[in-house]
């Protein structure tokens, strides 16, 4: 009970946690207090019954071995009875955790409709649409009741099951032997009615709980998880300069952060990825101008000859073994300027040299082309690029945006950054989860970068309407 207390409290705490980081636009309608409210919940009552999906089975076991005792091989025929209620019992859990999703699905639904019903209330009474309304939302809570409603019919079949399944399987034994000629006395009788008894409680009772409640916590954790990849553009800035992408390196596998920034800087970074990917706190050639130096995906990093031992070194101690670290002698030393590059594809400099362009395509893993973007030769400093889409320099020709999307195979669209500043790879960092903007970056240009490189897939909405949502709940 404590345990599920304990886990309660700790995730209404990274819930609550990750609504204060989303931005006003970022949260989803009726999400964050339907998680606190109810699914939380689901580990609380989770907790005190889920050993018994071991007990059950054990206790099954032994009382299988006081049985035979008792009425030697005939114990096999209750086992055999109880085992059959298994599969039962986890149809039960499964069907639970499958109406649950379906019910959640729908009160989800009807909270979103009341908020935007209630926020636009002066436009609905203008127009008179209370009956049109009124008429969704009765749908959708009939929809939710209609879960509800077989949910509480599964509770019944198995409550029922609680109260007769040791009377049948004794049933079952004793016959057997009466049919066999075995003699059967009081003593048995009374003594199996007591184990199988037993059984009850455990199999019948407390395991069809723990696997009702397990399915519900992972529908739950599910959900609770689906907050916490719920990541969007963030802002973000180097001493006072917009331009992070100069001073760090964003991949799906590591990310590279320049040293000397402020603890405001690095918490941004660390915050949403230091639980799944390393932020390495480094220089590249005694500067700090990483980005722009560096070039690299999940496969590999390049740094240019300049980089010092002392840097090679600690890039290998710090980041994944799996990370190819290499450095090149190219007179176009600046590579985040001349080259980009997701897991797959490398868009580089025209005039890159040959050699370069083979250790490009060895350490990256990549297929490499040479292109420019807009005109501009400086293909890194003009674009950014993860696995799911793309943005590029605003004056790319819808033509060039075509031909560059079907060699890349993701999307692109002409966007800025840092109100209006066509140096995309300066100002923004991104994969393919994440993306860090500038901190002059406006919310619009913010939208379009949420959007191409897919950080979300829900339509926005207000953390205030969360907290009004959750006032429509108490009442509907």
């Known amino acids: 009970m404590r345990a599920g207390m304990q886990l309660r409290v700790a995730m209404i705490a990274v819930i609550y946690t990750k609504g204060l980081r989303l931005y ?3 949260a989803t309608s009726g999400l964050i207090v339907n998680l606190v409210s109810n699914d939380v919940q689901r580990f609380e009552d989770a907790a005190p019954l889920a050993h018994f999906v071991w007990i059950g089975p054990f206790q099954a076991l032994m009382v299988l071995y006081f049985a035979w005792v008792q009425i030697s091989w005939a114990a096999l025929i209750g086992l055999a009875v109880i085992f059959a209620f298994m599969p039962v019992q986890g149809f039960f859990g499964r069907t639970f955790g ?3 999703k379906e019910t959640v699905k729908w009160r989800d639904e009807r909270i979103r409709t ?7 209330m002066q436009i609905v009474k203008l127009y008179a649409w209370e009956p049109s309304f009124e008429e969704q939302v009765h749908s959708m809570r009939d929809q939710e009741t ?19 399944t040791s009377a049948i399987i004794g049933m079952f034994a004793w016959t057997a032997l009466w049919l066999f000629g075995a003699t059967v006395t009081a003593a048995k009788i009374f003594t199996t009615i007591y184990l199988f008894g037993i059984l009850r409680v455990t199999i019948f009772n407390f395991f069809p709980k723990a696997v009702q409640f397990i399915s519900e916590s992972m529908i739950s954790m599910r959900r609770i998880r689906a907050l916490d990849i719920l990541v969007m553009a963030l802002r973000a800035q180097f001493e006072n300069s917009g331009d992070i992408g100069v001073f760090g390196r964003l991949t799906n596998a590591y990310c590279l952060v320049a040293i000397g ?20 706190h480094t220089s590249i050639a005694g500067t700090r101008i990483i980005g722009r130096l560096t070039v690299g995906n999940r496969h590999g990093l390049l740094l240019p000859n300049t980089t010092t031992d002392q840097e090679l070194q600690h890039l290998r101690n710090a980041l994944p073994e799996s990370v190819k670290i290499q450095r090149i002698e190219e007179r176009l030393s600046a590579l985040g300027n001349v080259i980009a590059a997701n897991d797959y594809v490398a868009l580089v400099h025209p005039d890159i040299d040959r050699e370069t362009e083979e250790i490009i395509a060895d350490a990256l893993k990549v297929e490499v082309f040479r292109q420019t973007v807009a005109q501009n030769v400086l293909v890194g400093s003009y674009c950014a690029i993860s696995n799911q889409g793309g943005l590029v320099h605003p004056k790319t020709s819808i033509q060039d945006q075509d031909e560059l999307s079907s060699l890349l195979q993701i999307p692109l669209v002409a966007g800025t950054v840092n109100r209006g ?4 790879g300066a100002g923004l960092m991104v994969n393919d989860w994440c993306a860090f903007a500038g901190l002059d970056t406006t919310s619009t240009e913010l939208s379009v970068i949420e959007s191409i490189y897919k950080l979300q897939n829900q339509a926005p909405t207000a953390i205030a309407g969360e907290i009004r949502n959750s006032l429509i709940d108490s009442m509907v």
């Open 98 to 100: 499958r109406l649950r």
């Open 421 to 424: 500043s066509d140096m995309i």
């Open 261 to 280: 920034g402020s603890e405001n800087f690095y918490s941004v970074f660390e915050s949403e990825l230091q639980d799944v990917i390393p932020v390495v």
């Open 114 to 120: 009341m908020a935007d019903m209630i926020s636009g």
């Open 146 to 164: 209609k879960f509800i409603g077989k949910a509480n019919i599964m509770r019944a079949i198995n409550e029922a099951l609680y109260f007769c």
């Open 24 to 26: 006003q636009n970022c």
